[in-house]
């Protein structure tokens, strides 16, 4: 086992997770488990740089901390201290080690599919040429003065093209 922790911010999330895999040993390593400031790091990016720096058949699973409904600040606990803006990685070695992973959403999708035409990195800005805001604000109804933490209830279902399989966005993640 190999703990590896750095700060970072949604800016230069997939450089992190770059820095994280790059920071590991390779030599027997069969998983990593990462555990991400949740209002600081922007999660796919983290991923992406960790994926594309670890090698073939290392499996990696983890999360991002969370703060319920205020979206204010997150912590992560490795190596000392709770800190806002850490990632910590846990690498697991051993030929003998067997992973295996499982998730269920629970989500019921429902509106019309809609096309992103407006965005930057994970923020969303329109859908369909419309304010993804005014969407939102639209379906959600009486809920919508809840915003952004009603958003909570009615995640996005994402996909980069037509035969990908759905996947459920959390609308507080940035």
Do not use: C
């Amino acid at each position: 086992m190999h703990v590896v922790t750095l700060e970072a911010s949604a800016n230069d999330s997939r450089r992190a997770g770059a820095a994280l895999a790059q920071g590991l040993e390779k030599t027997g390593l069969r998983h990593v488990l990462i555990l991400s400031d949740g209002t600081q790091v922007n999660g796919s990016e983290l991923v992406q740089g960790i994926a594309e720096n670890l090698p073939s058949g290392v499996t990696v699973s983890g999360g991002l901390s969370g703060d319920g409904d205020r979206f204010e600040r997150t912590f992560v606990l490795a190596d000392g201290p709770p800190r806002q803006g850490t990632i910590a990685a846990l690498a697991l070695y051993g030929a003998s080690l067997e992973i295996r992973s499982a998730s269920l959403g629970g989500w019921d999708p429902f509106g019309p599919e809609r096309i992103i035409t407006r965005s930057e990195g994970n923020v969303l800005f329109e859908l369909d040429g419309q304010s993804a805001l005014g969407l939102y604000k639209r379906y959600l109804d009486e809920h919508a003065d809840g915003l952004p933490a009603t958003g909570l209830l009615f995640p996005l279902a994402v996909r980069s093209d037509q035969n990908d399989k759905p996947i459920t966005h959390d609308p507080r993640h940035r």
